[in-house]
Each structure stands twice: as structure tokens, then as C-alpha cells.
């Protein structure tokens, strides 16, 4: 299963949200369900993600105008993530 990326502006700030489920269908929003958010323990605590975690983390779906996007990115779920040497490369 895929993640998606998407990178909007809200209230002139620029976001980065993370979510399982993504639909485009709509004609003039782009709609996201499943928040994910990390969950490890950080040593240094990033503020600008803390707010969004605040903002965004009760939400259930959200509709983001798709004039706000930027840019959406699909990434392998975090469960097939490895690191890979390329080949030739030592």
C-alpha cells in the first residue's frame, strides 16, 4: 500500500501532510483521509511539525482546495522501506 505526500499552503504556511488514502475525483478539492504522522521519539522537536500534528491530528478527511497544492507524492509504505546500495557502487 502506498503513502502520499501533499505539500499545500494554508493561512500562508507552507504544509507537508502524510496520509494512506488520497482522492482526486472530486473537481475542486483533493481529498485526504488517514493522517499518518511519525510516531518514533525525536531528540530535537521540530515546532512547525508539532503545530500541524495539533491542527491536522484529530482530523478524520480533510478537503484541500487544489489550488493550495503543490505537489502530491506517492511513497512505498514505511513497512518495504530499505536502504539499497546501487549496483557497480562499493
Do not use: C
Request: aromatic residues 10%; without cysteine.
Amino acid at each position: 500500500m502506498s503513502l502520499y505526500r501533499v505539500h499545500f499552503k494554508w493561512k500562508e504556511k507552507e504544509i507537508e501532510l502524510t496520509a494512506r488514502s488520497l482522492d482526486l475525483t472530486h473537481p475542486y478539492f483533493v481529498s485526504i483521509k488517514n493522517l499518518v504522522f511519525p510516531t518514533e521519539e525525536k531528540l530535537v522537536i521540530n515546532p512547525s511539525e508539532e503545530e500541524t500534528r495539533r491542527v491536522f491530528g484529530a482530523s478524520d478527511h480533510l478537503m484541500i482546495p487544489f489550488q493550495t497544492v503543490s505537489l502530491i507524492e506517492e511513497l512505498p509504505d514505511d513497512q518495504d522501506r530499505k536502504v539499497m546500495t546501487f549496483p557497480g557502487r562499493e
